[in-house]
């Protein structure tokens, strides 16, 4: 199957290295907003103009969109969704209906298929919660981040004048996780549950006190949470924070029995090195099923939850019975 | 939707349970091959003898079969498959192919949809396998079991003369577990996966030193394990044994990137107070999208593999959008 990768970032270069490790995945090409000159890809696939994209409807499968979600996605997707096979990792939770809803008007009405809010929160971990609460009715979930570097966190620290960079990292509270596991079925509050480290470079001259008072005290972001503030050089930030980790848990406690006095604690839990090469990683097993359900007529927009999970798999399924099951 | 049971053990009351967690199903009945006058259920559904089930084929949506593996599944399954949809548990890998095979052909030829080897393991910790694998194409996985009861090695310890009671506990070793977690991926023997621990309850007068001999030395079940022999009285087993708690994990490491030298750790895991109401309940959510699959006319034999994951849920697809993705 032919992939293509629109948008060349983190997750585009990430979405390349993974279709390497697929041997019925070729990567057919790159798109991209910018010269497509200026672009040189890991594997030396072609680059194209994003403008040019639509000359090359019949010799993609399956096209791996890899933009942000506040601008681009809602774009993007349903425009791409009328020419091609399409997959996105959006991850705005209270858009997703709209995006679905238009997403699914786009790919339905030229027999195309389509796969939003891949990944893994959107995507494995969403997929984790259906699991556990099907299986266990009566119960409650939660879900942990971390420990990882959070983009969107360090994003807004750096726009706090006197701060040249910054990296934050959500912490799940160890203690709020060992209840959990233990099945107690805890209330916690925002701050209960992350905390939240925060590494700056500040400007030479740059008055600290004032940073580190309006980290704290932004809204949203940090104000809800116990957050610390290390003021670190550009030599330390290149070297102990040049790497994306990330990571987390869904879990579920939840009972059954005569007198629902049986507990069971039903947990999925990633530790990533690289937040975007995973992430890559899941639109690429994805990219194969959607493939799959688009040879079969499933047309229109799917999520992670229409998926049978075989379609994800490159085996055989009698192979995935006989190895798997 | 109706069930039907089909056998009344443990795993049939967890079944008859589970369904009272779940509003949208209805037992429709519990089939016997005892006296249905001596069989009296906790929820006071009616019992009927499992020769009449036949008569029910216009009354049960769904017929989740509570058999051992051994010797009633590969005869039920596919015979109750020729009248009934049908879930089963079954639970000997090496005979999964021929099984499939079996109940595939009774469930085609008459129009049926049927589900075999659900549950945990194989069920959910299948399911995790196959995810992971898809999503990390380079990498290895372990499964471990434990702690908790194993009722074979229970029952093969049963079996030795002196021995009037006795449970077994299979552990995870910790380092072991450790070591997996942290994305070693080391090779590990069978002996420094997993530990065994054994209470036995001997008969008056029996040589314990000879008990533990036969114990540790037992072929497939002990001698590959570090095995420990606990003597204990008939109320110590009563009281501290009565349970059966069993869980594991399955773990996958994993490498992305240019090099190769991102490490990734996925791991599910599954921490029960009851086996069988976990199995119970696992088979409730499928038999859910059994009855699903078979409305829409996809018949014959399924896996886990082959449900679409929002088939297993209550919840309206948009509604699982709106909360879960």
């Known amino acids: ?72 996605l809602p774009e993007m997707t349903p425009a791409l969704a009328k020419h091609f096979n399409v997959i996105d990792s959006f991850d705005t939770h209270a858009r997703i209906p709209e995006h679905f809803a238009n997403v699914d008007a786009a790919a339905a009405e030229t027999g195309h298929t389509a796969l939003i809010s891949a990944g893994w929160d959107p995507g494995l971990f969403s997929l984790a919660r259906l699991l556990m609460n099907s299986v266990l009715p009566d119960g409650k979930d939660y879900t942990f981040w971390g420990r990882g570097v959070s983009q969107g966190h360090s994003d807004a620290i750096r726009r706090i004048p006197g701060v040249k960079d910054a990296r934050q990292y959500t912490v799940p509270v160890e203690d709020a996780l060992r209840r959990v596991r233990n099945g107690e079925n805890p209330e916690l509050t925002t701050r209960q549950k992350h905390t939240r480290e925060c590494y700056v470079v500040a400007e030479e001259g740059a008055d600290k006190a004032l940073i580190e008072k309006q980290i704290k005290e932004m809204p949203n972001y940090f104000a809800d949470y116990d957050t610390t503030v290390t003021f670190i050089t550009e030599e330390e930030m290149k070297r102990d924070h040049a790497e994306l980790p990330h990571g987390g848990q869904v879990i579920r406690g939840g009972t059954t029995g005569k007198d629902g006095s049986h507990r069971h604690v039903m947990e999925f839990s990633l530790k990533l090195d ?52």
């Open 274 to 325: 690289s937040n975007p090469e995973f992430t890559a990683s899941v639109l690429a097993a994805c990219a194969r099923a959607i493939n799959r359900m688009h040879s079969r007529g499933m047309n229109g927009c799917k999520t992670i939850f229409d998926i049978a999970p075989a379609d994800l798999s490159p085996m055989d399924p009698a192979d995935i019975r006989k190895k798997l099951l």
């Open 1 to 72: 199957m032919k992939i293509g990768i629109y948008g060349y970032g983190n997750l585009g270069r990430g979405v390349e290295l993974a279709i390497r490790q697929n041997a019925d995945m070729e990567l057919a090409g790159v798109f991209t907003r910018r010269d497509p000159a200026t672009v040189k890809t890991i594997t030396g696939a072609p680059v194209y103009a994003a403008a040019d994209v639509n000359r090359f409807e019949n010799e993609i499968d399956v096209m791996i969109i890899c933009g942000g979600s506040a601008s681009d």
